[in-house]
């Protein structure tokens, strides 16, 4: 592990996770040239701190959500309530509860100006929800059909091998894949 | 013998730097920066030499303007470049742009202006052709050659946004063209000055071909007066630095900038593949009828941007997927998407002491051939392709975000979207004088998106200009007196909602004074209906749609008469109309750019523009701030309660124990009507099968398929069978 750099604290961090870091405070750290080098290193140790499993945090890609290292292999996708989407590699919306606003009524909950609603024509809204906690994860306007977006497929062996310089113990080029749609296809199969 | 370095051709230098960060990876080849190395406070003091130039030329030459929109809303930039066509350092203003002038000087040498009509000490140039390289014709770019001796060693050049550029509607962000024909004044590069001094007939295109042809003469006596100040400036540098230094520092500063940039996104953010979404839509069916039979349908634009950061920290988009070209206004060329997009990276990243080409060092584009980013047609219409390019600048303020929270570095979260709104107008007098403007005022005041760790600020910002302002108000109904601003006013409720919600979108009202004989609005929207970007910030819900309102025939002339209320914004103005206080003969209502709409006295104008999205779970939003939103007025009690399950009493004051339950009665609803993704991919992989959509969206979805990688996407997402197929039909 490298020196610690307290240019921008630990603590500052757990204030600007938290959302409770003073303004004042948060211009610091935009301003600060270079930034603190062990800024991944000080966030993974606040996220651990803050979730109620041991599983090892690779990466947070969503406010609710991590890729983490199982014990036994493997790297899913987990949100800190617990729930696990499984294998990261797939877009976690298909390990979803979802809910779709189709009509201007349903849209009208959640845009309460009527004239600036989106055209129920063309569009719905959707909703995607963890089924541990029912936290709204991801909310698509897209048309009927659209596939459901993947928002973010890291490359986590270049990313800790050649940005960190910490190769992960696991490494392979299968990692950097899209599996979502062997989902799909596992689910056609199904019926 | 050529013009430049050693007797090299234009074209040869600009081959020759190309190929050399082919073949190195270093900008000009340089793998050492001699110059910054043996004596950093030299190179620095050079550097601000040239940024304090440009600030000099762009300050100085704007008083010779009259159009609002350079003087008042900084829709204008200065800039040096290399004889290559590199931009070294700019004023500030319209920053963008300066990715357009390597493709301008490309275009030069790709014609071999060199030899004809010959490229002179003195020489004036003007252009504002797509084609060949500007963005669109409303900005016009007026540049001038930089000698020392007898060689080529810069360009000066000038820029800015002008009032109207004469295509089918007034203003510079048409709403309808089918062809650079309709268009309006569009000319490709073209000798308009010689001896540091414009020629006459050039005044005789502005005055005949535009409909504002004070502004645009004065516009354009401000370009020239400006790049000849530039250059003479430049020559002081040139004589205190000597020309070697000068020639190889402005090579330096883009190879270091091209290693900063790259150390930046290392050091900040996560490699890997990021998605961004956009739909929007041109709607010209029963428009044009049968003068334009090919542009006589709607369109949904379909627009898909992945960004792969790689591990190098060079950043690539794929855009395939992307809707073809069209016989519409919104097609634009690359160098165009470089240009604008560049707006969303400065803020991310690659903010430096100076603004310069280095970007286009460390990043790549697909934007298929035949799609509307790289139309074939020579002829394509452009006028307004940035308004479509403007949205994909926030891919990278998205996704870019996303790899900064997940490095940790929260603080430099900044996703945002695009929005509206400025009009071009048009009108005659009652004395038969005939007239046109613009204005951009709802363009330079946004509400920013919501960060991850905090609110969006309220009008705060401009995407497509990091210098803007709202200007003065006096000023332009000055300029534009049937345009009488009777209020401003930020919304209640109307933000992207959010754990931490955007910045409330801002309302502009006119009334229509005197307009004479005539008078036509044509404005331009960030929104077509479907919103900005179509996906939320870790669950928050993405910006809604832009609010454009006519009303005509009302009796606010009798409110004003009377000392009543000014409706301030569209929300008041239907508040008046319900309660009675203000009659309405007819109301047009628009989420998207409009076609021209006759106006009369007393008509009310109203626009909206600039609310983003959220950031994150509305019902996780933090109870003190709810409070605050409410007593401000920021947001309703109703608001608060439906989207964010908050109760608050007749004080504003949070009800702890309600909220906590609503919290919990709105969670438990979401369980109770959602179903589980594979239920609800079975759902939607049968509307897909049945193709139970509308028209414009069957088209959009039988057009992106002909690219493999939409298609792949698409049949591997919904199982289908090479059996099924997609046909654009248009009625």
Not at chain 1, 83 to 107: A, P, S
Not at chain 2, 5 to 18: A, I, N
Not at chain 2, 73 to 85: D, H, I, R
Not at chain 2, 523 to 543: D, F, H, K, V
Request: with cysteine.
């Amino acid at each position: 592990m490298m020196e610690r750099d307290d240019r921008f604290s630990k603590e500052n961090l757990r204030r600007l996770v938290e959302g409770t870091l003073h303004w004042e405070e948060v211009k610091k750290a935009i301003r600060l040239s270079p930034k603190d080098n062990d800024r991944f290193w000080k966030y993974l140790e606040v996220l651990q701190e803050k979730v109620p499993w041991n599983d090892k945090i690779l990466l947070r890609i969503s406010d609710h959500l991590y890729i983490v290292a199982k014990e036994g292999g493997g790297r899913v996708t987990k949100c800190d309530c617990g729930h696990e989407f499984g294998d990261y590699r797939t877009n976690w919306k298909l390990g979803c509860q979802v809910y779709v606003r189709k009509t201007d009524e349903e849209i009208g909950e959640v845009i309460t100006i009527p004239e600036a609603r989106h055209n129920t024509d063309l569009v719905e809204m959707r909703e995607f929800y963890c089924p541990g906690c029912y936290a709204l994860l991801g909310v698509e306007v897209v048309p009927a059909g659209y596939p459901p977006m993947f928002e973010m497929l890291p490359d986590l062996d270049a990313f800790y091998r050649e940005w960190l310089g910490q190769p992960l113990p696991d490494e392979n080029p299968d990692w950097f894949q899209d599996k979502t749609i062997e989902k799909a296809a596992a689910w056609a199969k199904e019926g | 013998m050529g013009i430049c370095y050693q007797g090299k051709t234009l074209d040869e230098l600009v081959s020759e730097r190309d190929q050399s960060f082919r073949e190195t990876g270093h900008a000009y080849g340089l793998k050492e920066l001699t110059l910054l190395d043996s004596d950093p406070a030299k190179f620095m003091r050079f550097q601000m030499r040239l940024v304090a130039s440009c600030i000099n030329a762009r300050e100085t030459a704007k008083l010779i303007s009259a159009n609002p929109m350079s003087i008042i809303q900084g829709e204008l930039l200065f800039m040096l470049a290399n004889a290559e066509g590199d931009v070294i350092s700019t004023s500030y203003g319209l920053a963008g742009h300066i990715q357009c002038m390597p493709f301008i000087v490309k275009s030069l040498a790709d014609l071999n202006f060199e030899e004809d009509p010959g490229i002179n000490a003195g020489d004036i140039f003007s252009v504002n052709d797509p084609l060949y390289g500007p963005s669109h014709n409303a900005d016009c770019y007026t540049f001038l050659p930089i000698y020392h001796e007898n060689e080529l060693v810069g360009w000066t050049v000038g820029l800015n946004h002008v009032v109207d550029v004469g295509g089918i509607q007034p203003g510079g962000l048409g709403s309808i063209s089918t062809s650079v024909f309709t268009d309006g004044f569009t000319y490709p590069p073209t000798k308009t000055g010689h001896n540091f001094k414009q020629e006459k007939w050039w005044d005789l295109h502005w005055k005949r071909r535009t409909r504002t042809e004070m502004f645009n003469v004065l516009d354009d006596k401000m370009r020239a007066a400006g790049v000849v100040g530039l250059h003479d400036m430049i020559q002081e540098v040139i004589e205190e630095f000597g020309i070697d230094y000068y020639r190889q520092a402005m090579k330096e500063i883009i190879e270091r900038e091209r290693r900063l940039l790259i150390n930046r996104v290392k050091t900040m953010a996560v490699p890997g593949l990021y998605n961004w979404l956009q739909f929007s839509s041109v709607n010209y069916k029963d428009t044009l009828g049968r003068l334009w039979p090919a542009s006589n349908r709607n369109w949904i634009l379909h627009k898909p941007a992945e960004l792969h950061i790689r591990p190098d920290g060079t950043l690539f988009t794929d855009m395939e997927g992307l809707t073809s070209e069209g016989e519409f206004h919104v097609n634009a060329y690359p160098p165009a998407v470089r240009m604008l997009t560049s707006l969303g990276i400065w803020p991310m990243f690659a903010y430096t002491e100076t603004l310069n080409t280095a970007l286009q060092y460390m990043t790549d584009w697909n934007l298929p051939p035949g799609s509307m980013f790289n139309p074939q047609n020579p002829w394509a219409a452009t006028t307004m392709g940035l308004g479509q390019v403007g949205g994909v600048i926030y891919q990278f303020n998205r996704n870019l975000s996303y790899a900064f929270f997940a490095r940790g570095f929260l603080e430099e979260t900044f996703p945002q979207d695009g929005a509206g709104s400025g009009y071009g107008v048009q009108g005659t007098l009652g004395d038969g004088f005939q007239w046109a403007g613009g204005d951009m005022a709802l363009i330079t005041c946004w509400g920013q998106g919501a960060k991850a760790f905090q609110d969006g600020f309220e009008a705060a910002w401009c995407g497509p200009n990091p210098e803007p302002d709202q200007g003065e108000v006096e000023l332009s109904e000055f300029l534009q007196p049937t345009q009488l601003n009777i209020g401003r006013n930020l919304i209640t409720d109307f933000c992207g909602h959010g754990k931490y919600r955007s910045g409330l979108e801002i309302g502009m009202m006119q009334m229509i004074n005197q307009p004479g004989q005539a008078l036509i609005i044509a404005t331009y929207s960030g929104t077509t209906g479907m919103g900005g970007g179509a996906l939320g910030m870790c669950g928050g819900y993405p910006r809604s749609n832009d609010v454009i309102i006519y009303a005509h025939d009302t009796n606010i002339r009798e409110v004003v008469e009377h000392g009543g209320h000014y409706p301030r914004d569209f929300v008041e103005m239907t508040q008046m109309i319900d309660d009675g206080t203000l009659s309405v003969g007819s109301m047009e209502l628009f989420n998207s750019p409009t076609p021209s709409i006759p106006c009369g006295d007393g008509d009310l104008f109203a626009s909206t523009s600039g609310s983003m999205g959220g950031w994150g779970d509305a019902l996780e939003r933090k109870y003190d701030l709810v409070e605050e939103d409410v007593k401000y007025g920021w947001i309703s009690p109703e608001c608060a309660k439906t989207v964010y399950g908050v109760i608050t009493d007749d004080n504003g004051k949070v009800n702890v124990e309600e909220s906590d339950l609503l919290r919990k009665l709105l969670r438990n609803r979401r369980k109770e009507r959602s179903v589980d993704a594979k239920e609800w991919w079975k759902l939607e992989r049968q509307v897909v099968v049945d193709k139970k959509w509308h028209e414009d969206i069957n088209n959009m979805f039988a057009d992106s398929c002909k690219y493999d990688k939409f298609r792949n996407q698409f049949y591997g997402m919904w199982q289908l069978s090479e059996g099924y197929t997609l046909q654009e039909k248009v009625k």
